[in-house]
């Protein structure tokens, strides 16, 4: 296969499992906290921290590697100012998730063999909540950017 179909149809896919993945957990987490059931809450943080480490790490992985490698294959310039805007963004979106995924977990925990929710529960998902937003419109820029390559 020719390396810069491969480097794409890879950024292509790892953009998509990365992106998928982030709003269809979100979604599950949004919709479990709704049920105030702290069994329901447990079972849907508890798939989530896996769906992380299963798609979301890897991918979030991949996303860079094959960007680099696009970027060398085509010949851009790597301090192109779109592309340092990509960068800014794509870190942005990396510094949410970070602590997004330490929420995840502490949610997870304090609703394991518990019927009662903890204030603590819904505190961690107000700071989970919020830090979603900043990293999906770093994305969606960042899919921006990727489509129209400007020169800003």
């Known amino acids: 296969m ?5 480097a794409k149809w890879m950024h292509i896919l790892s953009s998509t499992v990365l992106f ?4 269809g957990t979100a979604f599950q987490m949004v919709w479990a906290m709704r ?7 447990h079972s849907t943080a508890s798939g989530v ?7 979301t790490t890897p991918a979030g992985i991949i996303q860079p590697a094959t960007g680099l490698w696009l970027i060398w294959l085509q010949g851009h310039d790597l301090m192109a100012t779109w592309l340092l805007a990509t960068y800014l963004l794509y870190a942005l979106a990396f510094c949410c998730w970070v602590p997004v995924v330490v929420l995840q977990l502490r949610v997870r925990d304090l609703t394991r063999d518990t019927d009662r929710i903890a204030p603590e529960v819904f505190r961690a998902y107000r700071i989970w ?3 979603g937003w900043p990293a999906f419109a770093a994305l969606i ?3 921006w950017l990727m489509v129209s390559k400007p020169f800003l």
């Open 141 to 143: 820029a960042v899919f």
């Open 20 to 23: 998928g993945t982030g709003i």
């Open 2 to 6: 020719d390396p810069y179909l491969l």
């Open 129 to 131: 909540f919020l830090l």
């Open 35 to 41: 049920s105030r059931d702290a069994r329901v809450i």
């Open 49 to 55: 921290v896996i769906a992380d480490w299963l798609f």
